[in-house]
Each structure stands twice: as C-alpha cells, then as structure tokens.
Nanobody
Framework: QVQLVESGGGSVQAGGSLRLSCAAS???????MAWFRQAPGKEREGVAY???????TYADFVKGRFIISKDNTKNTLYLQMNSLEPEDTAMYHC????????????????WGQGTQVTVSS
C-alpha cells in the first residue's frame, strides 16, 4: 500500500508557472509514477509519466511546457508546469504502480486526492 499526497496547486495567470509535488509513503524507486488531471465535466486524462528507471512520456498538449521528475531520496514526484494556459485548469492527481507503463489510468494502483490548479486569462 502506498499513500500519495499532492501539494503545490494554486491560482496563477496565463503564462505563469507552478510546481506540483507528490509525497509518497514508500520508496518511489519501486514504482512508475504519473500525473493525471480532470477538469469539471471532462474525463480524466494523462499528463506525464516517469518509469521507475527514469524514462518519461508526455501528453502532446503539455510537451515543451511541463517536466516530470522524481527524487527517490525524498520519495517525491514533481511536475514543473510552465507557460500555463487556462485550458490547464483542473484537479491534478499523482498515481503510482509497480508495473505501470504509460498514461493509461487503469495501470495505476495508487492515487492521491489531488491538488487544484486554476489558470486565469
């Protein structure tokens, strides 16, 4: 069992930046992890993924703007979000899975409660 707690969300103007964090209760070196988001009235979508060994994958709509990283010494996952757009407004959740690969939510066993990101124009 892994508990995940997100932080770092908030309100920002378009063009601004935020860094999300996800603290895990167990060693992140054993898990592939990802960020997902869900806006009101929309389906959850994958944002960025990092394999337990470090390779990354991004959704097309965040490529070049967001960076996912993981610090296994702190058991923490990060999402650096730059050049934010109003369309990025959503609840952001981190997820972990020992065998997960990619941005399909069904592959993840553990989820955090989420942190809200609001981008105004």
């Amino acid at each position: 069992q892994v508990q995940l707690v997100e932080s770092g969300g908030g309100s920002v103007q378009a063009g601004g930046s935020l860094r999300l964090s996800c603290a895990a209760s167990r060693s992140t070196s054993s898990y592939s992890m990802a960020w997902f988001r869900q806006a009101p009235g929309k389906e959850r979508e994958g944002v960025a993924y990092i394999h337990k060994y470090g390779s990354t994958t991004y959704a097309d709509f965040v490529k070049g703007r967001f960076i996912i990283s993981k610090d296994n010494t702190k058991n923490t996952l990060y999402l650096q979000m730059n050049s934010l757009e109003p369309e990025d407004t959503a609840m952001y959740h981190c997820a972990a899975g020992p065998f997960a690969h990619g941005l399909s939510s069904s592959q993840y066993n553990y989820w955090g409660q989420g942190t809200q990101v609001t981008v105004s124009s």
